[in-house]
């Protein structure tokens, strides 16, 4: 297996990233999916993979599970990126912190016929992430994502504290991490906290404006420091599991 003849793939999520991304880096051609764009950028760097696949995914767990398992087949990447934002609960992360998802659950499945603690379990992945190596280029928490389609309810927050001690909630990183996981594909999930949602409201809900600012920020801060999270990848490792397909 050669594997820096794969190219890596970065799959964004909400629109909101998916503009930034491309304000930021501005390619000179696109091209489309059945999920949205995709551009192709150019490594310099010796003995790494040399091609990089910014991928517009969608989001929501159906697209992302779904572009997720699109881009999989489509490019046979050695490694998955999702960069993106989230939510945080208020008095447990400061809005801007960039966060290395370790494990993602699904939190708003409810079932009424057999016992819920299996499907809860069924949908929880833990990420490997033995192939990305510290130090990073800058400070992030490694946290569980809880994901749901929908933003952090206020009358959620005291069940997702007690029951889970959660920190940070997005709508697709779970069904990303399920996708990678089933196909064999390493994968790292990197959020910045875009805003802070209480048990009193969220500061961005109703302030669209706080958001795209926000959201703006931390697209920047993760693609002009994205080689350097490059670097953080160990390809031999990324070989080694590959060929014993451990993920």
Known sequence: MN?????????ISADAEWNAVKEIIRPGETH???????????RTKPNHPQELIFFQGGWG???AAGSTQYGVDRFFPSVLFNLGTCGGIAGRIERGQIVLVESTVVYDLI???EASEEVHNFYTTDLDLSF???????DVKRQTMFSADRDILAEDIPFLVKKYGATVCDWESAAIAFVAKRNSVPLVILRGVSDLVSQEGGEAYGNLALFHQSTYSIMENLVDNFEYWLDCVDFTVIESLLTSKTL
């Open 3 to 11: 594997i820096n003849s794969k190219p890596i793939l970065v799959l």
């Open 32 to 42: 489309t999916s059945p999920y949205g764009e995709f551009f192709v950028q150019t």
């Open 61 to 63: 767990k159906i697209s």
């Open 111 to 113: 079932e009424m016929m």
């Open 132 to 138: 990305f190596a510290e130090p990073y280029p800058f």
